[in-house]
């Protein structure tokens, strides 16, 4: 089993933030917009594409999860979207997932107020 080192985690997650903030989910950015007082910074830190729609799971905050589902039929919308606290989703998660979501964590709680040195409001 191929274990991957803390620098590929950090650059994975960097992606993910990217994949959030580059218009490539126009709809769970705007999802997260909506739903949250105040979005400074966010990382995808799971995403399950199933045959109708996508779930995510979006680091919000170093304390917060959100659990968004969007349809992909007929057109790409919200059909649920909740809030989970980190420690709780961290629970379920296999130790390697659980590994990656500690380094987003810490990786969120150090960049606070910026996405690529960008503050977003």
């Not at 960097?14 to 903030?21: Q, S």
């Amino acid at each position: 089993m191929y274990i991957k080192g803390r620098k590929q985690i950090e650059d994975d997650l960097a992606r993910r933030r990217e994949r959030l903030f580059t218009g490539n989910e126009p709809e769970l950015l705007d999802a997260l917009l909506r739903n949250t007082r105040s979005l400074r910074d966010a990382i995808i830190v799971g995403h399950i594409p199933e045959q109708c729609e996508d779930l995510f799971a979006v680091l919000v905050d170093a304390d917060r999860v959100a659990l968004v589902e969007i349809a992909r039929e007929p057109e790409k919308h919200v059909t649920s979207f909740a809030f989970q606290s980190a420690d709780d989703y961290e629970r379920g998660l296999s130790p390697r997932r659980k590994r990656e979501f500690l380094v987003a964590r810490e990786v969120l709680g150090s960049t606070r107020g910026t996405v690529s040195g960008t503050l977003i409001e």
